[in-house]
Nanobody, 124 residues
């Protein structure tokens, strides 16, 4: 059973870059046909798919975030990471890492495995 755990700062100042890490256990991020993604949920709003890194290392990002987002991985630690630059209060949300088998999808509800989520607040 794949398990995911997010880690990173809970508070970020405006204009700073957010860095979050997802540690994967129970499976390898190199396993063929798995997609590893970041999803967020602002307060009072729905889930927003942010981007994905596939098992082959290729990445795809939401067009609305493409200028600010980067997803990378550390295969030696079985981790993948999110960087989101130029943070504003509108980026305040619970951030989740998630995974699914086979084709990645922009619909967050299609993901099979989820971390518990981490609250990120953007404020001075």
């Amino acid at each position: 059973q794949v398990q995911l755990q997010e880690s990173g700062p809970g508070l970020v100042k405006p204009s700073q870059t957010l860095s979050l890490t997802c540690t994967v256990s129970g499976g390898s991020i190199l396993t063929n046909y798995y997609s590893w993604t970041w999803i967020r949920q602002p307060p009072g709003k729905g889930l927003e798919w942010m981007g994905v890194i596939r098992s082959d290392g290729s990445t795809y990002y939401s067009p609305s975030l493409k200028s600010r987002i980067s997803i990378s991985r550390d295969t030696s630690k079985n981790q993948f990471s999110l960087q989101l630059s130029s943070m504003t209060p509108e980026d305040t949300a619970v951030y989740y890492c998630a995974a699914k088998r086979f084709t990645w999808h922009i619909d967050p509800t299609r993901y099979d495995y989820w971390g518990q989520g981490t609250q990120v607040t953007v404020s001075l």
